[in-house]
């Protein structure tokens, strides 16, 4: 015998149910609502698998862009300044997570070329060690980052904040900082000209068009301070920064404030977190609307099946039983439509980077512009826990709509059922 025909009764019937359709033009119109619902459950489910793998592919590609830039953490000493920074170092790198450490200083100014005036994020860098932190070597459109020396004032501006100033390579900017000298004239702003040895793109406009590099040393010599402000550290994972973040505040010696780089950009991931919780609930609603119409299809498939359920009634079968039935052939409806539509959506969100490019070719349209986005194409990170959590939702979705039409369907009276046929 098969595996089918083991099965309870109430399986064997919700699953001929869910079948039916052949024998008369009412059952077929039955059967074509219940490949409606699946259909709508599919789309519903493909459609939210392909827009949170966007979304988190978007969230990943904005990320690893902002932390090319930003350090994993950021060590400071609470006295503004970090003189012995080596020992520091030496005491962070105890931490088997931490992969590299660079001293740093950061200010704001204003850069000012001709009748041009652009505020910006000041960072004094040292140049051999910046690669351990950041990738902005590697983000040099113009000239190099070695070109940043002490006592040569040079510095390496974003290709935004470059291109806002009309400055290129060899041109002379004015470095104006609020720390200033009081003269019987009031506060002078303290300034100093500064040659632009380089230009980089780190493909996130916030950087691209508001930070700038100089020497350590230039930058101490700016801000009349002795030492670095600190230390930025890069960690092999930039997801456990928060919990390594914890571990060197408690490890390491002296009043040090610690603070990683969810922090210094908390506003932008509530945002984008809140983005995708909303985006969530609206298209769960969508897969709602098409499970709930397995409720139109089971209450039109209750009321034709009246008779089949009065004669179950009468050979014995219990009201618990008629519901199991009803219930069997939504779940299954509710079941393969989640299959369907979590197979699709996977398969889409796998090849997006092929199916994209297909359709812009095919229609002749970019989606996103890179002069705008500073992003050709559309990523996409697919994540099973989403798919998981997607599919489970749905299921209970459909779940949930058969409760209704099966209780219906566990009270028919057989008698009356039966009084017409």
Known sequence: MSIIHKLPYEWLVGLRYTRAGKRSSRNSFISFISLISVSGIALGVAALIVVLSVMNGFQKEVTDRMLSVLAHIEVFDASGAMPDWQQAEKDARRNPAVRGAAPFVETQGLLVKDDTMKPAVIRGILPSKEGEVSSVAK???QGSIESLQSGR????????????????????????????????????????????SGIFEAGHYEFDSSMAFVDIEDAQRMVRQQAPSGLRLRIADMHQAPQVAQQLKASMPGDLVVRDWSKLNANWFAAVQTEKRMMFIILTLIIAVAAFNLVSTLVMTVTDKQADIAILRTLGASPPSIMKIFMVQGALVGIIGTVVGVALGVLVALNIDVIVPFIEHLLGIQFLSKDIYLISEIPSDMRWPDVIKIGGVSVLLAFVATIYPSFTASRVKPAQALRYE
């Open 153 to 196: 004032f040079n510095i390496v501006l974003g290709y935004a904040l470059a291109r806002s100033l009309g400055v290129g390579i060899g041109d002379k900017v004015n470095m104006l900082l609020a720390q200033g000298t009081m003269t019987p004239a009031g506060l002078v702003p303290r300034s100093r000209l500064f040659t632009v």
């Open 139 to 141: 983000q040099i459109r």
